[in-house]
C-alpha cells in the first residue's frame, strides 16, 4: 500500500522475503486471498504467492514478481498476529488485488501506482475502507508513518508487536456515516460461489 516511482527490484528483495515467519493469525493469508479473488476478482490469471516479509509497507504486489502470470503479494509481520482481524486482511488483500486490474501509469510525467480508477475500483470491491483502516490506524498506527510515496511501517513495530489488539467493530460510527452502508455484510464478509472449495491452510 505504497505509491512507488516505478518498478521496484524484486532480486534485491529476495532476502526479506525468505525470512522464516511462522505463521500467528487465526486464518490463513493465502486462503483469505484466494477467497477474496474469488469473489472479486475472477479475471485476473496466473498464479498468485502470498508471503510475509518486513519490507517496508504494511502490504504490497508485484504483478509477474515470481515470474511470468505468477504475482506476489507480501503482508508486513505487523499484520501477522492472532488478534488481526480477518476482515482487515481481506481488505487489504482487495487492495494488492486491485493493482493487478487497475495497473500503474504515467500521469503528468510521474509514475503513479494509485489513478482515480484505482481507487474507483477499489470503493466497489471494498466500501469498508473506512472500518478496515480505522482497525490499523488504532491498533498499529504507532508504527505507521505516512510518507510522501506511501504509507510505512517504521522499526517501531517489533516493540508493539506483541501487544493485544482492540476487536474489529465495523457498527461503530465512521465520518459520521452509518456502518451498514460503509461496512456491508458486517464489514466485508464473502458471500464465496458454489464452486469455491477451501483448500488446506499452509
Known sequence: MRRRRGPVDVPRLQPLLFQPFEPRTRFSLTETLNEARAVHFPGIA?????RIAAAGPLAFVR???????AHLVVFHPVLNHPDTPIEVVR????????????????????WETHPAEFWDHEYAVAPERWAAWQWVFGNIGGCLRNRPDGISVTRRWMAIHDRPRRPYT?????????????????????????????????
Open 91 to 110: 481488505f487489504i488483500a482487495k487492495h494488492e488485488l486491485t493493482h493487478l486490474v487497475e495497473r500503474p501509469r504515467i500521469i503528468n510525467g510521474a
Open 170 to 202: 465495523p457498527e461503530l460510527p465512521f465520518n459520521g456515516e452509518r456502518w451498514d452502508r460503509l461496512c456491508p455484510g458486517y464489514g466485508a464478509q464473502l458471500r464465496l460461489p458454489a464452486s469455491w472449495v477451501a483448500s488446506p491452510a499452509p
Open 63 to 69: 504483478a509477474n514478481g515470481m515470474g511470468p502470470l
Open 46 to 50: 496466473g498464479d498468485i504467492e502470498v
